[in-house]
């Protein structure tokens, strides 16, 4: 025979399955907090060590920069002692020269690598700013004229070739004699080639020092021919046949190749560089508003701040604004801040307490855009010996508006709030004014008003509790029937039972098992208010 089951039994049960799932959410959520909890701890670790990684990366880069271009400036300064007269070839073009090109590679190398280790040295985001644009240009220039070479690389040797030319028939003078002089180089260039001219002897016979003779330097002569005033002789037979083209070709175009290499080097070094560079100065910008890496210390009535941004996951559903909700989110972020820089957190577990969230209100004056910047301030207002009152404030950086204002009640459980405020005053040592801050903030009349509507609050709800007993019975009292959990698991399968099959001592144990769960979740707010 089928038992017909009355419509209140089965509303009675559905709303059994409603609280069962949101208890199984209420516990899935738990484990999370829990979970993200304790990592957290490790991510900051994580977080310090990362940002410790990054500058010590960028300053070793910078080093070997910095070596690399001492190098570089000392192999130019070599260079330009060891061959000062061979840029006089060319004068237009002596700043292209390998020596000179060495020196100022070298020396905008030291110049810069210094710059990146005072910058790292002194978490300086305006010089690491300077490094990494001097960087790029210094980058982008390189590249260009490496490009530019190599594309008019021929173009190049011709017009090296024209100017030397040019160089000898017009800017070669006979009585102008000296150790850096145009004559003393070319007499020095062709005897220790065994080379006549640019192209050959028959360059000399065009120049303007003897116009319309068919003249050469002695030093175009033949060792074994040598004679006084061989070069006037005429004779080709006894001078060089090969030009010194090629040999001064190779000191400046084909030795620029070891500037080459070295730029290249060079160039990945400030490859790195500019990575580097851009860590850390994400990284020295994260650490002046981080939420999770340390900061200095500060007084516990002094006034923290941490900055933030509405982005595109902040904003409301009207796409317009910052979600209310968000408001609250960065109060979480702030009072981690505020307790990591006081030390309350760390006082407050040493006491062997604990603290939450007792009560907040929020009262919003002007909402804040999308991609709007704000600053949250946080400060100590009040304390009593159960709680710690705390003022958080929404900022507009540009005028200082007060877009929210929020009053929090923390409630320090297991400690007194007392004892842990004053040792903290009293164990503050700092150089800043605050330091001298030992007395109470003085009740302001808003918050008594708000801590006195909490009170009425709190006893109208005690009010409303049917059954009046002490906490210590509705404690013996919870325990003894969570200790009946296998009841409620029965009762839950019988009450998925095809509801023709079902007993009625099916129903009344499924009855019996949510009453006695529901008792339980009353149990719970009560001891909870």
Known sequence: MECAVPDSMTTSILTFKNFQVVLLIERVSRNIYLKISNATRGYIKMTRSGYTCVRHLFCWLNVLLWITGCGVLGVGIWLRIAY???????????????????????????????????????????????????????????????????VFRVSLGHTFRQELQNGLWHHYNVTAR????????????????????????????????WPNKNWVPDTCCIPSKLEEDCGQSGNADIFYSTGCYHQIHMWFVQRLHIVGVVGLVVAFIQLFGLI????????????????????KKTHLLSETVINGICLTSDIDSMLTHMNNARFLRELDFAKIDFYERTGLYKCIKQHGGSLVLGASTIRYRRFI?????????????????????????????????????????????????????????????????????????????????????????????????????????????????????????????????????????????????????????????????
């Open 178 to 209: 000296g150790p850096n002089s145009l004559v003393t180089i070319w007499d020095n260039l062709q005897s220790e080639f065994k080379c006549c001219g640019v192209n050959n002897y028959e360059d000399w016979f065009l120049i303007d020092a």
């Open 369 to 529: 855009k999308l991609f709007n910047r704000y600053s949250v301030t946080t400060k100590v207002v009040y304390w009593d010996e159960q709680s710690i009152y705390m003022e958080h404030r929404f900022l507009t950086p540009t005028d200082n508006f007060v877009n929210a204002i929020v009053l929090c009640r923390t409630r320090l459980t297991n400690c007194n709030a007392e004892d842990v405020v004053n040792e903290l005053l009293l164990n503050y040592s700092g150089d800043d004014i605050e330091s001298n801050k030992k007395e109470k903030p003085e009740l302001s009349q808003e918050l008594a008003k708000w801590i006195e509507s909490n009170e009425i609050s709190s006893a109208s709800l005690r009010r409303n509790n049917t059954t009046p007993m002490a906490v210590e019975s509705l404690l013996d009292v919870r325990t003894a029937l969570m200790g009946e959990s296998s009841l409620l698991s029965t009762a839950e399968r019988r009450a998925h039972k095809d509801r023709s099959g079902a007993s009625r001592s099916g129903v009344q144990g499924s009855l019996e098992a949510e009453s006695r769960w529901m008792f339980v979740k009353d149990l719970d707010q009560r001891l909870w208010v």
């Open 276 to 295: 580097s560079s851009m860590l850390l100065f994400c990284t020295v910008r994260h650490k002046r508003t981080s939420r999770t890496i340390s900061k």
């Open 84 to 150: 000062e007269g061979y840029a006089s070839l060319l004068p237009q073009y002596a700043l292209l020269s390998a020596d000179s090109l060495a020196i100022v590679v070298g020396t905008i190398t030291f110049i810069l690598a210094f710059l990146a280790c005072c910058g790292s040295w002194f978490q300086s985001r305006c010089m690491l700013v300077t490094y990494f644009s001097l960087v790029v240009f210094m980058f982008i220039a390189e590249f260009l004229v490496g490009s530019l070479a190599f």
